[in-house]
């Protein structure tokens, strides 16, 4: 019986033009206030739901009532998005 042909795979390599663009941009480091903002932002998040809680929802703003919960969260989502662009 005869032997099918076996045929060589080509070897994927991106286009010139493309290519250093993307190696340049992933080689630029963080700027420093980029990690030390989110984890400032993660701290005021958790001390702002945690104070709530504690001062039996009277602290930090009454008058928001469930909104303080909002805020709280709302800072550590805000610390995600920062974390997102950290290299």
């Known amino acids: 019986m005869p032997k099918s042909q076996v045929r060589k795979k080509k070897v ?3 286009p010139t033009d493309i290519r250093p663009a993307a190696a340049a941009a992933s080689k630029k480091p963080s700027p420093m206030w980029l990690p030390i903002s989110a984890v400032a ?16 929802q009277q602290y930090p703003v ?10 709280g969260f709302g800072c550590m989502v805000a610390s995600l998005g920062i974390l997102s662009r950290w290299r």
């Open 62 to 71: 009454e008058s928001l009532r469930y909104w303080n919960l909002a805020i």
């Open 12 to 14: 994927y390599t991106p």
């Open 41 to 56: 932002l993660i701290v005021i998040g958790i001390a702002w739901l945690v104070v709530y809680y504690l001062s039996s």
